[in-house]
């Protein structure tokens, strides 16, 4: 019998991308496989038109929430039976829980897969796995999957890497979003919103920073979501003339398009910042409380001030100084921004 694989990442944008190295290394090493993949349907479009991956299974997760919320037990009931339905017609032999949350692992269940993996299990996960790959500390992105990869007997394991290409669709509405608001030539593009106040930088660096820019010929370019639309627009007020703020103008697809365009992308430790290193964009990536990794791919850098209290992920001791990063001073991100761009082959 064939190998059937799903893998269960459900979010979030950053953590998708990252995950695409174990569809690669799954795909390399066996060509023949059906692969699926289980994930949030309000990202599944990340994966619309992926190559390698055969099905998406989308998880209405507002809609079971609602019906919960409502007490609506025969509606959520009825929501839970058609995903274990669609999960179970594809017949998967093995479930690589990718997540490693109760909530992964429960949709997992779901499957009815012979054999059901989990990567670094937390709340209790591994009770309901019949294989754990345990957390240990990660260099590279993707590590944890190539970790994984090799518990699975991969042959292609070592060489797996983060790949979300852009599609043809989303290069050209990019390319026009960009020419509506003047953006022509070179560009640095800016990612500087997140989940957590402690992983972000400071506005005011930032507009400093494209002031440096602009004295190299560099104009910026800053990208979010809909919710950093205003926050946004604040930091281009106060930047370099010609910095231009695309927050909220676009879905999420488009966005990764304008990032594979840029000369050179700046990123908080958010989903944008490695989307960018996976479209082999040179990528100065600021770390501070979380540290997924401490070293990058495709000719970007990772940059980060080593302390004793970092990373704290949730929990900062700083009383909301944030010195991990306020210790990343305009000054270093622009060294290391031009050392980037200096031994960049892309124009």
Known sequence: MSQRFLIVRLGAIGDIVVTTTLLHGL??????????????ARLSG??????GLDRIHRWDRPAWSQALGKGRIVKFSRAVAALRAELRSERYTTVLDAQGLLKSSALALLSGADRRWVLRPRECTALLAHHAVPHRERVLPGDEYRDLLRALGASHADAARMDLPVRAEHDASAQDLLLRHGV??????????????QKHWFDERWSELTRSLHHTGLRCVILGGPTDRAHASSIAADSARGTVSLAGDARLEISAAVLARASVTIGVDTGLTHWSMAHGVPTVALMGSALP????????????????????????????????????TVARVMEATLKLMDGATRP
Do not use: K
């Open 27 to 40: 795909r390399a090493t066996w060509p023949n496989a059906h692969i699926g993949w289980l994930i949030d």
């Open 46 to 51: 990340m994966l619309d038109g992926l190559e």
């Open 184 to 197: 022509h030539g070179p560009f640095v593009a800016l990612c500087p919103f997140t989940t957590r106040p």
């Open 293 to 328: 990794y401490t070293q990058a791919l495709n000719g970007s850098a990772v940059l980060r001030e080593p302390m004793s209290c970092s990373p704290c992920d949730r929990r900062p001791t700083c009383a909301g100084r944030f010195d991990c990063m306020r210790s990343l």
